[in-house]
Structure formats: C-alpha cells, structure tokens
C-alpha cells in the first residue's frame, strides 16, 4: 500500500485535531468542550451533508445505477448485522452479540463526512446520492438486530409484556440524527440551485472548522473509552479491526460489479466498514438494556472509528484503485 495516501489523511487538519483530543486525555490535561457544543456541532454536520447530498441529487436525478446504490446500501445494512451476529455468538451471549451486530451493520455518519472531505481533497468527485445511502443503512440494522434479539434471546413472558415495536420503529426512523439528515435532503432536493446558492455560505464556509471542533471532541471521548476495551479481550478488539475491513472489501467488489465511480466506491466501501456509536446505541439502551454498552460503544468509538479514520480510507481508496473501480 501507498504510505503517502495515509500521511496525507493523517496531515489532514481535523484528523491531526482528533489526535490532539486523544493527547490531551493520556497527558491528563484539563481540556474539554462545553457539553452542548459536540451536539450543536453533530446537528449542523448533518444538516450540510444532507444539504448538500440533497443538493446533488436534484441536479443529477434519479438513474437506474443511483437506484442499484440505494438498493445495494439497504441490503448491506441488513446483511452485515446477520453474519456479524453469529460471528460474535461464540464469545457472547445473545444480548451483546445483536447489539455489537447492528451497531456494525449501521453506520458513522462522521467516518462518511471524514471520507468525503478526504476525497474532495484530492480532488475526486462522488454523486449526491451517496448522501441518500448514508441515510437508508442507518435503521435498517437496528431493526434486523433486534428481531436477532428476539428470535435467538430468551422469550419469557415479562420480556414479551415489555417489547414494543411501535417503539423500536419510532427509535429507528425518527431518532434525531435520522430525521435531520432526511429532512436536509429533502430540503436540498426541493430548494435546488436557489437554496444551495442561499445555505452555501453556511454549510460549506463552516463546513471543515465545524468536522474539526466534532473530531478534536471525539478524540477526547475515544480516549477515554479506550480505557473500558480491556473488559472487551482480545477477540472483540480483533472484531472492532478486522470486521470493517471484510465489510468494506463486500462493499468494494459490489462498487466493481455495479460499476461505481471511484469517489462513490470509497463512500460505499466506507458505509459498509464504519459502526455506529450514536443512534444504535441510543436504541439499544431502550430496547436492549441486557447488553452492556461499554463493549458496542467502545468497540466502535475507540477502535473501528479511528481505524477508519486514520487508516481505512486511505486503504479502502489503494485497494479501489488497485482493482479499477470506475475505470
């Protein structure tokens, strides 16, 4: 592999600014960001992605290869959380396996964020529609996840009075993280070019401070997460390593076979490899209290999304190029 692609990444100033997060909790100084600010920041990068990806799609339109990407996304979402399931199954009990499961068959909407300012970097375009996939894999793993919750976990009769799928439904596809990043791009499909021209001072001037202050926030959570993986052993720190690196390989022989452009096989490839550590663990909590999330959310703050971050783009990308995706 080309070691310059991940110098390049890494001397990108807000994964250098997650690095700082992370230094500033080994040296135990005193720094953090006031509580309100990483949410504030979350919403608004949801918002200018969604935005934008809306934005895109209303100029390109709706073609039968966007709806093969679409399709392809829903699918990985459900798939990955299956086989994920049973691999975890023979260190965990059933609870633990379904939530880790979907949190790796749902996604990082930041990893995705990260991926995108990394390609517009080196100048490689990627269509507005991924935008929409971004926002299709979110819920469906958290769906599948729970029905493996419920087929292979215990079925005592308290445990049935408690379930509510109207609850789990409402959590999947109206939490706030998938609702604003739907919402903007409708917005940006309705509004087109005079909306865009409106918002681009926003949700592009601010775009990379905004990514910097979340990532230098998130540096600060890893490390202290990073504390709770040696709960986890070797086996799940293996999983949280090994796991994105399989789903972003399914993902880039599916961008060959589709016939993906490069930029949209990096943002696939990077969708399937990434693990949600906000709106899984926000669903599971309620729906799932049994599993323990120190290890889902730990697993996927503290290892997958650095990995990703620091060495799964860059590599997903030397791979791409390697088997002449969008060639």
């Not at 993902?251 to 490899?273: Q, Y």
Request: hydrophobic share 55%.
């Amino acid at each position: 592999m080309d070691g310059s692609l991940i110098l390049f990444n890494i001397l990108n100033p807000p994964v250098l600014f997650f690095f700082l997060g992370m230094l500033a909790v080994f040296l135990k100084s005193d720094l953090e960001i006031p509580q309100p600010l990483p949410k504030l920041f979350s919403l608004y990068l949801l918002l200018a992605i969604g935005f934008k990806g809306g934005y895109e799609l209303a100029k390109s339109g709706i073609n039968t290869s966007i709806a093969l990407t679409l399709i392809a996304a829903i699918l990985m979402a459900c798939i990955v959380p299956v086989y994920s399931f049973f691999i975890l199954k023979l260190k965990l009990d059933n609870a633990n396996a379904a939530a880790i499961a979907a949190a790796y068959g749902s996604i990082s909407a930041v990893t995705f964020i990260t991926a995108s300012s990394f390609l517009e970097k080196l100048h490689i375009t990627y269509g507005g529609h991924m935008v929409a996939a971004l926002a299709l894999m979110e819920s469906p793993a958290i769906i599948v996840g729970l029905i493996l919750v419920r087929v292979f976990g215990a079925k005592d009769k308290e445990k049935d009075d408690g379930f509510s799928w109207s609850k789990v439904m409402h959590e999947a596809f109206l939490n706030g993280s998938v609702f604003l990043l739907v919402g903007s791009v409708v917005v940006g499909i309705l509004t087109g070019e005079k909306g865009w021209e409106k918002l681009q001072p926003f949700t592009q001037g601010i775009f990379y401070g905004a990514l910097t202050f979340f990532l230098l926030d998130m540096g600060l959570v890893a490390a202290k997460r990073i504390r709770e993986l040696r709960k986890t052993g070797s086996f799940l720190i293996g999983f949280s390593i090994i796991m994105p690196v399989l789903n972003a390989m399914i993902g880039i022989l599916i961008a060959k076979v589709l016939g993906f452009e490069e930029g949209n096989s990096l943002l696939f490839a990077v969708l399937c490899a990434s693990a949600s550590y906000i709106a899984v663990p926000a669903a599971m909590r309620m729906t799932v209290p049994e599993a323990n999330p120190s290890l889902y959310v730990s697993m996927a703050l503290a290892l997958t999304f650095p990995f990703n971050i620091i060495v799964g783009i860059p590599l997903y990308l030397e791979i791409i190029k390697l088997i002449g995706c969008g060639v």
